[in-house]
């Protein structure tokens, strides 16, 4: 379950992600329109969508910080896959309708009526780089702080749009330079990179959604912990499952037979805490002791 604190670094950075969304794309728009520019128009959608996204993460995380209830006894962590998932999919989506714009203005032989995009367009994809790039590792360091899921993914949409403006950026200057056909070829491109994005986004939160294992630097971490605890000869058995943001673990040690209950409980306990106190995002470890006698 995600804290108090934890909820307000996520609404913090989503309230600012709005407000500069809204303004960034209002400001695409106008000058896609008055500049000429079709990549710019894209890009500017591509920032609205956006602002749709931070919704779905405020949801997300809102009902990821519940508490346990009966219903739900492990919690309710894995919402916020269920919001990287949507996020996966309006992105989706966005980048096939702006791919489509672009092959149809090629395919239908339009290019060559298109006008050059004015030069305000190229400073508005300038500043839309700028500010979407700071967005992107603004909201990354907010999500790695709080380990979320959905946070990230919006994160991967701050990226998406900065790559998008780099796009529109060399289609416009190519078609001040007299090649029109690239501000629809740049929209392609655009396409490309926002679809890779959603790719990424949708594979790691369905990873969270099937229990996928952690990594296995992780699993080699843990390994060491274990054995450096008090009465630990080897390991029998560790399988982790992703959980959303969290992580369930369970292990089977080898400890000496000839040691009474207690004993043999508190070298659990050492194993159970050591893991828990070194990796922050297990939720919940669960041990289990194999005797040998020696």
């Not at 996966?88 to 339009?110: C, M, P, Q, S």
Request: glycine fraction near 6%; charged fraction near 20%.
């Amino acid at each position: 379950m995600k804290t108090i604190a934890d909820k307000k670094v996520a609404m913090k950075v989503s309230n600012v992600s709005i407000i500069i969304n809204l303004l960034l794309s209002a400001f695409k728009l106008f000058v896609g329109i008055f500049a000429r520019s079709s990549a710019m128009i894209s890009d500017a959608v591509h920032s609205a969508s956006d602002v749709l996204s931070t919704f779905i993460v405020i949801i997300g995380v809102n009902i990821a910080a519940k508490n346990s209830d009966e219903e739900h006894p492990y919690g309710h962590e894995r919402f916020e896959c269920v919001a990287s998932i949507i996020l996966a999919v309006i992105l989706f989506a966005t980048g096939l309708g702006i791919g489509y714009e672009g092959t149809k203005d090629i395919i239908g032989d339009n290019y060559g009526k298109l006008q050059a995009p004015g030069m305000l367009a190229l400073v508005a994809a300038c500043i839309s780089v700028a500010v979407k790039e700071w967005m992107y590792w603004y909201t990354r360091g907010a999500a790695k702080k709080i380990n979320s899921g959905a946070l990230m993914a919006d994160a991967w949409h701050h990226r998406s749009d900065a790559l998008s403006s780099i796009g529109a950026f060399i289609g416009i200057l190519g078609a001040r330079m007299g090649l029109p056909i690239l501000d629809p070829i740049a929209s392609i491109v655009i396409c490309l990179f926002i679809l890779k994005a959603a790719y990424d986004i949708f594979k790691d939160a369905t990873d969270k959604m099937i229990d996928k294992s952690c990594d296995e630097e992780t699993l080699a971490l843990m390994k060491s912990v274990i054995i450096r605890q008090s009465g630990v000869i080897s390991i029998d058995l560790l399988r982790t499952r992703l959980f959303g943001a969290k992580m369930y673990v369970d292990i089977e040690i080898v400890a000496d037979g000839e040691k009474t209950l207690t004993e043999t409980h508190d070298i659990a306990e050492s194993v159970h805490t050591a893991i828990e106190e070194n990796f922050p995002s297990v939720k919940h470890c669960m041990v289990h002791v194999n005797p040998i006698n020696k």
